[in-house]
């Protein structure tokens, strides 16, 4: 049988239906689990494991405004969004931080009007500890795995939206494990107010993991440089590049959702007419896009070399050499992210 690889547009689509089902999975997973929390908080009447089920709620509405948002970044670039509307994820990242701190709000009032009450009304009481801590350990574990599943699917397909899911999912697994630990210290203890206690506890983790969300995609919405991406493409460049690409500079990306956009300046033969130092970058472009693995656009503007770089020059018969002909100057993160010729 002849297996053929999928082109590109095959891959796209795949990729496509992947962080859309993932999006969905993620509505659907986040309401069981809710109804585990609740459940488990109302037979345990414990304030930690309430805490735990609020929380819970920011995960069903920050999961569909990520569907949402999924969707929208597909909307392919027109003309009043020339670069796509891939940046709505990071919108909906920093939405998801919001509801995270908001949450950590609410979980700490709820928390210190309990310890009011158990030290001046002392009306605090725990029931049915041991069923609310098995239903929070199944809703807790299954909220563990599923955040795995969905930081995976993100980074897989460069979903920053799932991506971000998947964090808050996971922060989620963490606290109900803490809730649960703390609860079985007052069932060793019986020392009831150390339950909300624990809740305040919550309510500080989750304000930290809503300000990292926050704070993140705030800044790939300034466009911070990814010095992980610009590492990939001068990796790439320097194993591709003909030696007609002499040096390169003022590399600059842009990211919009999974999509990224590069500028850079190329020095080309300064005795090459227009027409091939035009073919030669587009060829150079498209092969870095495709090397790389990125998902996105290279746009080059070409320089002439002026004889400047003769002594780094690998390129035949040049009539304006100055210089014995060199070995290639090997790219560096520093000199192609440099402004001006270096």
Not at 138 to 151: D, E, M, Q, T
Not at 296 to 316: F, M, N, R, S, Y
Request: hydrophobic share 45%.
């Amino acid at each position: 049988m002849l297996y053929t690889l999928p082109t590109m547009a095959q891959q796209q689509d795949r990729s496509r239906r992947a962080r859309l089902r993932a999006a969905i999975l993620a509505i659907v997973a986040g309401i069981a689990i809710l109804a585990i929390k609740y459940y488990a908080a109302v037979v345990s009447g414990s304030a930690a494991l309430k805490s735990d089920a609020i929380e819970s709620v920011t995960n069903v509405v920050a999961a569909v405004f990520a569907l949402g948002a999924v969707v929208f970044a597909e909307k392919p670039a027109d003309r009043e969004h020339p670069y796509g509307h891939g940046k709505i994820e990071y919108f909906s990242a920093v939405f998801e931080g919001g509801l995270i701190s908001l949450a950590a709000v609410f979980i700490a009032w709820e928390a210190v009007s309990t310890l009011h009450g158990q030290f001046v009304l002392e009306i605090f009481k725990i029931e049915d500890l041991d069923r609310g801590i098995l239903w929070s350990a199944i809703g807790g574990v299954s909220n563990g795995l599923f955040g795995l599943y969905l930081i995976f699917t993100g980074r897989r397909h460069r979903s920053r939206t799932i991506e971000a899911d998947g964090h808050h999912v996971l922060s989620d697994f963490w606290t109900t494990f803490g809730a649960i630990a703390g609860l079985v210290l007052v069932k060793l203890t019986d020392i009831h107010w150390l339950d909300p206690l624990i809740a305040l506890v919550v309510a500080i983790l989750l304000a930290r993991t809503g300000f990292k969300l926050v704070k993140q995609s705030s800044q790939a919405l300034l466009d911070i440089e990814d010095p992980e991406i610009l590492r990939k493409l001068v990796r790439t460049m320097n194993q591709i590049r003909p030696p007609e690409v002499i040096a390169l500079h003022e590399l600059r990306t842009m990211r919009s959702g999974r999509y990224t956009h590069v500028d850079i300046h190329v020095v080309m033969p300064g005795h090459y007419p227009l027409s091939s130092s035009h073919d030669l970058a587009e060829s150079f472009g498209g092969d870095v896009v495709s090397v790389s693995g990125i998902e996105g656009e290279l746009h080059i503007h070409t320089d002439p070399c002026q004889q400047a770089w003769c002594k780094v020059c690998a390129v035949d018969e040049c009539p304006l050499r100055q210089a014995p002909k060199s070995t290639p100057m090997l790219l560096t993160l520093e000199s192609s992210t440099a402004l001006g010729e270096v």
